[in-house]
């Protein structure tokens, strides 16, 4: 059984949330938490296996509960809202880099339209995170310096001078991954840059916003017949996949999900090894699955440098890791390294 402890101050919300897990099957719902410090106090004795936290809370919102907790007792923590407004969309964001890891939206009634997919998603996400193993850790953003040897290594092996575009794809745990990478970025980074990230619908246009707020670089959701803009991060948006035409303009598409999914990293990285070759650097990080492993390999084989996040900094190895055993990533490093070489990549353009 997945022991899971809800943290909700809607008792209508919680009970609900309550009948759906015990209706999946396989779970234990603790005792409901009305706000953080609850939880915060509960969470020593309780021993969950899995915690779904709300944002808006009275006493202590989702974000600073988050945060206490994976300081003190770590235990994985999916966040979930049905607000938009812009404060709580940036508390959710700022708890996931706190060390919450999925983001959902809350499932609306039932009979509501796509309450049932939602539904199903509650379900697997919580199932999945309640499998993640986690550690002790910080909230603050710790800067990791390549060593000079490593570094040449990496100049060694590429062309510097010739990286036009860098496409990223993510999963579970990818939004603070993501944020350490490109937040060490400077504004006139001198190469657009492409992102698929599977987050939940809806939450899209909040993660932009809070990169786009915290970061030097300019993060916008990509739009179609887009030219790409040195400088910028393009986000895929929801439910389309996203490509690059050989004219530097992004290329939207409503094909059949790959993976499972939409936008997929594979639908990226093969657009971007096809149109940019050897100048284009593919960089897979922490998520479930499969998507974009075996296409990293397309980048790769057309001589263009890729990159997989390292174990020990992702939140699930399955994507990075998967690139890695086919032998698709040339090199792997935890996101702060990332940032840095990206820095040394295309600091000669």
Request: hydrophobic share 40%.
């Amino acid at each position: 059984m997945i022991k899971v402890m809800i943290v909700e101050d809607s008792s209508t919300t919680a009970e609900y949330i309550k009948f759906i897990l015990e209706s999946a099957g396989g779970f234990e719902v603790f005792p409901v938490a009305a706000d953080g410090e609850k939880a915060v106090s509960q969470v020593t004795h309780s021993k969950p296996d899995v915690i779904l936290m709300d944002i808006n809370m009275p006493r202590m919102n989702g974000f600073e509960a988050t945060r206490v907790i994976m300081e003190t007792n770590p235990v994985p923590i999916v966040i979930f809202s049905a607000s938009w407004d812009p404060e709580d969309v940036k508390k959710t964001f700022q708890a996931m880099d706190a060390g919450a890891l999925a983001v959902l939206e809350k499932p609306p009634g039932p009979g509501s339209p796509g309450a049932d997919k939602m539904t199903r998603e509650l379900v697997q996400t919580l199932r999945l995170m309640s499998e993640v193993p986690l550690v002790r850790r910080t909230t603050k953003l710790q800067k990791i310096e390549v060593s000079p040897g490593h570094t040449r290594r990496m100049e060694e092996a590429v062309n510097i001078d010739e990286i036009e575009l860098v496409a990223i794809g993510a999963s579970t745990g990818g939004p603070p991954a993501l944020y350490k990478i490109l937040s060490m970025l400077p504004w006139d980074f001198p190469a657009p840059i492409m992102v698929v990230q599977h987050i939940s619908t809806g939450f899209l246009s909040g993660l932009a916003r809070w990169l786009d707020d915290s970061c030097a670089i300019k993060v916008q959701v990509g739009r179609h017949r887009d030219l790409l803009k040195a400088g910028r991060v393009y986000l895929a948006p929801d439910e389309l996949h996203m490509g690059v035409a050989g004219s530097g303009a992004i290329v939207l598409s409503d094909a059949a999900p790959e993976h499972n999914v939409r936008p997929s990293v594979s639908h990226l990285f093969r657009s971007v090894a096809f149109e940019y070759g050897r100048t284009a650097a593919g960089i897979l990080l922490t998520g479930m699955g499969r998507d974009g492993a075996q296409e990293l390999g397309d980048i790769k084989k057309r001589g263009g440098i890729t990159i997989a996040q390292d174990e020990e900094s992702s939140v699930v190895h399955g994507m990075p890791g998967e690139a890695i055993k086919l032998g698709n990533a040339a090199f792997v490093k935890s996101p702060e390294e990332i940032g840095e070489t990206l820095k040394k990549l295309v600091s000669k353009l």
